[in-house]
C-alpha cells in the first residue's frame, strides 16, 4: 500500500492548533487543576508576595502578615470574600472563594500595594473509565 503525500499533511493540519499530547485526544494529557490553597505575604517593602495567585473554587487564601501592619480590602465584586480590615500583624488570615473569578485587592493603608486572586472551576471529574468518542468506543 502507497502511503500518499498529502495524507501525511492532512494528518499534521488536524494538530496544526498547537496539539501537545502527541495526537492522542483531549483526555491524554488533561490540564492540571489549579491548587486549592494559596498563600500571601504581606511584606515589610510594601508588596504582597506573590502578587497574584491562582487557586480553584473553594479554595483558600491565606495572608501571613509580619511586623507591619496591612488590610485587604476586595474590590466590589459579586463571589468576593469579606475584607481582612485593621492593621494586622504578626498573624496569617484566611479567606475562602467559592465563586470562579478574578478578584483584585489592595491594602488601603499602603497606596499601589495590591494583588490578584484568580479563581477558577476544576474540569469535570471524567472518572477515568474512558468512552465516549475518545474513549475507544467505536
Same mark, same amino acid.
Given at each position: 500500500?502507497?502511503?500518499?503525500?498529502?495524507?501525511?499533511?492532512?494528518?499534521?493540519? =488536524?494538530?496544526?492548533?498547537?496539539?501537545?499530547?502527541?495526537? @492522542?485526544?483531549?483526555?491524554?494529557?488533561?490540564?492540571?487543576?489549579?491548587?486549592?490553597?494559596?498563600?500571601?505575604? @504581606?511584606?515589610?517593602?510594601?508588596?504582597?508576595?506573590?502578587?497574584?495567585?491562582?487557586?480553584?473554587?473553594? $479554595?483558600?487564601?491565606?495572608?501571613?502578615? #509580619?511586623?507591619?501592619?496591612? /488590610?485587604?480590602?476586595?474590590?466590589?465584586?459579586? $463571589?468576593?470574600? =469579606?475584607?481582612?480590615?485593621? @492593621? /494586622?500583624?504578626?498573624?496569617?488570615?484566611?479567606?475562602?472563594?467559592?465563586?470562579?473569578?478574578?478578584?483584585?485587592?489592595?491594602?488601603?493603608?499602603?497606596?499601589?500595594?495590591?494583588?490578584?486572586?484568580?479563581?477558577?472551576?476544576?474540569?469535570?471529574?471524567? $472518572?477515568?473509565?474512558?468512552?465516549?468518542?475518545? #474513549? #475507544?468506543?467505536?
Amino acid at each position: 500500500m502507497r502511503v500518499l503525500p498529502w495524507a501525511a499533511l492532512l494528518a499534521s493540519a =488536524a494538530c496544526s492548533s498547537g496539539c501537545t499530547d502527541g495526537g @492522542a485526544g483531549p483526555d491524554a494529557n488533561p490540564p492540571t487543576p489549579a491548587p486549592l490553597t494559596a498563600t500571601v505575604q @504581606a511584606t515589610a517593602t510594601e508588596a504582597f508576595q506573590p502578587s497574584s495567585v491562582s487557586i480553584r473554587t473553594g $479554595g483558600t487564601v491565606t495572608w501571613t502578615f #509580619g511586623s507591619l501592619g496591612h /488590610n485587604v480590602t476586595f474590590a466590589n465584586v459579586a $463571589g468576593a470574600p =469579606a475584607d481582612i480590615p485593621g @492593621a /494586622n500583624t504578626n498573624t496569617s488570615i484566611a479567606r475562602t472563594f467559592p465563586s470562579a473569578g478574578s478578584f483584585s485587592y489592595q491594602c488601603t493603608l499602603h497606596p499601589g500595594m495590591s494583588g490578584t486572586v484568580g479563581v477558577s472551576t476544576p474540569p469535570p471529574d471524567d $472518572g477515568g473509565g474512558g468512552g465516549g468518542v475518545y #474513549g #475507544g468506543e467505536r
